[in-house]
Structures are given as structure tokens and as C-alpha cells.
């Protein structure tokens, strides 16, 4: 899942990152490649804080487009991963999924932070617990 986001250059502080749909993501560096870098940061952090913080997803509306300064930077797979397995939980407590996923809660648990990195087989199941379809698609 791709973010756009915004460069500018800075006469003070190289080059500026910002994210149209995150307001409160900032970064910056003496080089375009670095402030790209550490906007990557910026969004990585700043999603998994929401994530611990039990916060729904802001998902990503502004399309990349360099011709107007917007370059996609991509959210970490193991953040969306666990964001949407918490967004499809909603409402269901964790103990209970994992009871029906056939796993413990504290793996479940795992799997509902960066930390956690479910196989294939495993997304199946928590899906089917969830009473949802996993879906992979190559776009």
C-alpha cells in the first residue's frame, strides 16, 4: 500500500516530505533519496503508533503523481497486515478469533503487531475466523 507524498525543496532544510492524507507525518534530508527514506520512516512510525493506539486506519485517497510532486511511498507489508487484521476483528474479541483460528491468543496477539508476520496458511485461517475471505491480488 502505497501513501503519495509530497517533496519540496527547502532552502533551510533540504528536502521537505509531507503526506496529504497523513497531516501529521513529516520528514525531511539533505538529499531527495534521503528524505524519501525517512519519510518511509516517518509513515512506518507513525502508523504503528496508531495501530498500538487501537486507531483506524487512515487509508491512503491522494494518488502518487510526479508530475505534481507526489511520490508513493510504500507502508510497511508486516503494518498493513496487522492493521488489517485488526480492523477485521472489530468487534470480536481476540481471544475468541484465535479460539476459532485454532491458534493461542498470544500468537494472535503477535499477529495484530509488526512483530507478528502470519504464513499464508495462517491468514487463511484467522480469515475464516474472522468470517472473512482473504483475498491476493497482483496488481
Given at each position: ?39 518511509k ?37 508486516r ?61
Amino acid at each position: 500500500m502505497n501513501y503519495a507524498a509530497k517533496i519540496e525543496k527547502d532552502k533551510d532544510m533540504g528536502f521537505v516530505v509531507s503526506f496529504p492524507d497523513l497531516p501529521n507525518v513529516n520528514a525531511f534530508g539533505d538529499t531527495q533519496e534521503e528524505a524519501i527514506k525517512q519519510a518511509k520512516d516517518a509513515l512506518d512510525g507513525a502508523m504503528e503508533c496508531d495501530l498500538d493506539l487501537g486507531n483506524t486506519m487512515i487509508l491512503p485517497k491522494t494518488m502518487p503523481d510526479s508530475d505534481k510532486g507526489l511520490y508513493p511511498v510504500e507502508l510497511s507489508p508486516r503494518i498493513e497486515i496487522a492493521y488489517k487484521l485488526f480492523e477485521a476483528r472489530r468487534g470480536q474479541k481476540k481471544s475468541e478469533v484465535a479460539r476459532r483460528a485454532n491458534i493461542t491468543p498470544q500468537a494472535y496477539q503477535r499477529f495484530e503487531t509488526p512483530k507478528g508476520s502470519p504464513s499464508v496458511e495462517t491468514l487463511y485461517k484467522l480469515a475464516h475466523a474472522l468470517g472473512k475471505q482473504l483475498v491476493v491480488e497482483f496488481v
